[in-house]
Nanobody, 124 residues
Framework: QVQLVESGGGSVQAGGSLRLACAASGRTFSRSVMGWFRQAPGKEREFVAAVNWDGLRTYYADSVKGRFTISRDNARNTHTLYLQMNSLKPEDTAVYYC???????????????WGQGTQVTVSS
């Protein structure tokens, strides 16, 4: 059974930092893109960041470029995806989702597996 389990969300003041983690298990994602998306109340789910299978190529939404860093660890049969979020802003407030199993980067529909989401709240 495939599972993606996020952790690390929480509440922080503007300018602060959080680090999200996503533990993926149940199948190998060693050849697929993994990414982070977020969804704020009343808005569509949007792309945040993604990383290719070997971790050497990363992709970011313009709104987070320079503040967020995505990385992945492909150790053995598990894959852990990280999102280091610095200089957080109130507009970063959303539920953040880990996604895997894609050959594409930006479209949520391209990802076959999703985590349950973790809330990030940034107060001004």
């Amino acid at each position: 059974q495939v599972q993606l389990v996020e952790s690390g969300g929480g509440s922080v003041q503007a300018g602060g930092s959080l680090r999200l983690a996503c533990a993926a298990s149940g199948r190998t994602f060693s050849r697929s893109v993994m990414g982070w998306f977020r969804q704020a109340p009343g808005k569509e789910r949007e792309f945040v960041a993604a990383v290719n299978w070997d971790g050497l190529r990363t992709y970011y939404a313009d709104s987070v470029k320079g503040r967020f860093t995505i990385s992945r660890d492909n150790a053995r049969n598990t894959h852990t995806l990280y999102l280091q979020m610095n200089s957080l802003k109130p507009e970063d407030t959303a539920v953040y989702y880990c996604a895997a199993g894609s050959s594409s980067v930006y479209s949520p529909a391209a990802y076959g597996y999703w985590g349950q989401g973790t809330q990030v709240t940034v107060s001004s």
